[in-house]
């Protein structure tokens, strides 16, 4: 079965630090992943969406890789602020069929000033 | 402003008292859908619109009810809701099939 894998455990990190954070897929072949930043109590907000085609998009302190082959995204927020405390989601999206993304548990991240 | 918004926002209700949570966003996006979330199980889809009077099941769409008379509006109704239908809900929309989702602020919803 399809299958999304962030982890679970919080990740703390120190301000000015590069966060990283990762999303492993299985059994999806998706053309387009998409990060969503969710505050607690309050819907995902849209941050980046990747291409298949691409192997990294870039916006601000934001950077994304999708390796196709090792079925995994990366997610970056380089200087680190304890304003981007919050839970990162990512959604996979395979082209066809229903156009809903499926979304990952999500990581929570911890930014300690 | 573009936005989706939900209403109500929070809700207490007790088993078996149907209910609506109204959806609308003013953005004439084509594609609207319902998520619930919950502890450790994540977002997951309820249902899903592609059009006026075009609706599809989700992933978890059992004792949920949806309709699409309008493109800006999308109510969830739950017929006879129980109380494993406490959760968090979240309605979205996106222009097209891969575009950014909105989100609306949720509604809480609790059955006693």
């Known amino acids: 079965s399809q299958k999304i894998e962030q982890n679970s455990e919080a990740l703390n990190i120190q301000e000015g630090k590069t966060a990283t954070l990762t999303c492993n897929y299985t059994n999806y072949s998706p053309a387009y992943l998409q990060w969503y930043r969710q505050d607690p109590g309050r819907g995902p907000v849209f941050l980046l969406l990747?291409?298949?085609?691409?192997k990294e998009k870039r916006k601000e302190r934001l950077k994304v890789t999708f390796d196709t082959t090792l079925k995994q995204s990366l997610f970056h927020i380089t200087a680190s602020q304890p304003a981007d405390s919050a839970t990162y989601l990512c959604a996979p999206q395979n082209v066809g069929g229903s156009y809903i993304p499926t979304f990952g548990r999500g990581t929570s991240l911890i930014v300690h000033p | 402003e573009a936005q989706v918004t939900q209403n109500p926002r929070y809700l207490i209700t007790v088993t078996g008292k149907k209910l609506t949570v109204t959806c609308s966003q003013n953005?004439?996006?084509?594609?609207m859908s319902w998520y619930r979330q919950d502890p450790g199980l994540g977002l997951r889809q309820i249902y899903y619109s592609m059009n006026v009077e075009v609706t599809d099941k989700g992933d978890v769409p059992e004792g949920y009810k949806v309709s699409r008379k309008e493109k800006r509006n999308f109510p969830l109704i739950l017929e006879s809701p129980s109380p494993n239908q406490t959760s968090l809900y979240f309605c979205a929309s996106t222009q097209g099939p891969l575009g950014e989702q909105y989100f609306g602020p949720g509604t809480r919803l609790t059955v006693t």
């Open positions: 953005m004439n996006h084509e594609y």
């Open positions: 990747i291409r298949e085609n691409e």
